[in-house]
């Protein structure tokens, strides 16, 4: 069972928890818990780490040396937290050189851009564009993203994220 722990506030947990769950209702396998970083046990390093924009991080260093996955925007604090870990840094923002992107948002779906080969626990994604059907205007665009990139690497198919609405 992979661990997936967020550095963040409750709406990013939750919206990340919403897109998992759809994958598990259409029975996709998708096997790990989501904790909130300040809860977890300091000797456990979690598989998938997502630090939402914005988090103050710089107490958080131990965890991100021995995350397998490190989903993370692009932010000058959070890359120096990041620059020692051994595990794969995936990026998402606003960027053209970030990980995972948006090519556009309106109405109540976004379209989300992988611009690179992401490996996950199953696999991997190659890059390409799709929907989701998340309201821009009730979650910040950024954790859209963030939650995206967190169930792609969890194992979520893209064509189940193309099914979710999630608001």
Known sequence: MALLCVLGDESLCALIKRLCACAISV???VNFKIRD???LNPHIAPDILVVS???NCRNYS???????????PIDKDVMQN??????????YGFNSKVCVTASSMAGRQAQICVQRDIPTLRGKVEQ???PVNINPMMVR?????A??????VAGVEVDVLNTVTAE
């Open 82 to 91: 990041a620059v020692d870990c051994d595990g794969l840094i995936i990026t």
């Open 128 to 130: 390409q564009e799709f």
């Open 62 to 72: 131990r965890i991100f040396l021995g995350a397998k996955y490190l989903i993370i």
């Open 141 to 145: 665009p950024p954790d859209i993203l």
């Open 37 to 39: 970083a300040d809860n």
């Open 147 to 152: 939650a995206v990139a967190a169930a792609l």
């Open 53 to 55: 924009e914005g988090f």
């Open 27 to 29: 029975n996709t396998t």
